[in-house]
């Protein structure tokens, strides 16, 4: 696969209160908003909000399966939340190329997401992808 400054990829996940209970008990992260309708609303939301990382989760995937894709290794993440995510929202996690260092293996990716039409997180990835940022020569075969 060669990579290309400016190509994207997206994913679509729409969150249950059923995940968020799975979140927490994975992580033992006990914190009420994410679990307490209404604590949340006393605190000004419409209701639990989507942990953060669990956004991220859909960021991990795409850069390990999509874009870079697989034996993709995830260096370092930035994420700045601009606003909450709610159970039920079709929730769009995109990541697009903005910088290629094949000499060092290393791919920047900026990364979006989105609730319906808000924007509710933004941030750049650093991944080594070895093997995307090689020229393919199909008559030398692959090690393994």
Same mark, same amino acid.
């Given at each position: ?71 993709? =290794?995830?260096?370092?993440?930035? @994420? ?7 159970? *039920? #929202? $079709?929730? +769009?996690?995109?990541? %697009? ?10 791919? =920047?990716?900026?990364?979006?997401? @989105? ?7 933004? *941030? #750049? $990835?650093? +991944?080594?992808?070895? %093997? ?13």
């Amino acid at each position: 696969m060669s990579l290309q400054i400016g190509q994207r990829a997206s994913a679509t996940r729409v969150f249950t209160a059923a995940d968020l209970a799975e979140y927490r008990a994975l992580t033992g992260d006990p914190n009420p908003l994410h679990h307490e309708d209404l604590l949340a609303r006393r605190l000004g939301y419409r209701g639990a909000v989507i942990p953060g990382m669990l956004l991220g989760g859909m960021v991990s995937c795409l850069l390990g399966v999509e874009l870079p894709g697989r034996g993709t =290794n995830w260096m370092k993440q930035s @994420f700045q939340w601009k606003g909450p995510a709610y159970v *039920g #929202e $079709s929730i +769009v996690a995109t990541v %697009e190329v903005v910088r290629l260092r094949p000499e060092k293996d290393l791919v =920047n990716l900026k990364v979006s997401l @989105f609730a319906g039409e808000r924007l509710v997180g933004e *941030g #750049e $990835s650093l +991944v080594m992808a070895r %093997e995307m940022l090689k020229p393919t020569d199909s008559r030398v075969p692959l090690p393994g």
